[in-house]
């Protein structure tokens, strides 16, 4: 059986960082998608934020998948 991830981080806040296609998205308990994958890195949620890279860049996405300032 082939892995259905390339990369998978722990549950942290009920979702989990996983990386497909070359990719981060989240997904929730039951392996859906909460945050589509587009991230070149995820981090772990913690106080309901994560860190994450797009082009060498850093940002800071709630658990909606929307960009904090």
Do not use: H, W
């Not at 497909?20 to 308990?29: A, C, E, L, R």
């Not at 106080?47 to 940002?59: F, R, T």
Request: charge should be negative; hydrophobic fraction near 40%.
């Amino acid at each position: 059986m082939k892995p259905q991830f390339e990369e998978a981080k722990f549950f942290s806040q009920g979702l989990a960082a996983v990386r497909i296609g070359g990719k981060f998205g989240y997904i929730n308990i039951k392996g859906e998608f909460i945050i589509q994958p587009q991230f070149d890195e995820a981090e772990c949620f913690y106080g309901g934020l994560a860190s994450v890279e797009i082009g060498g860049e850093g940002y800071c996405i709630d658990k909606t998948g929307n960009f904090i300032d």
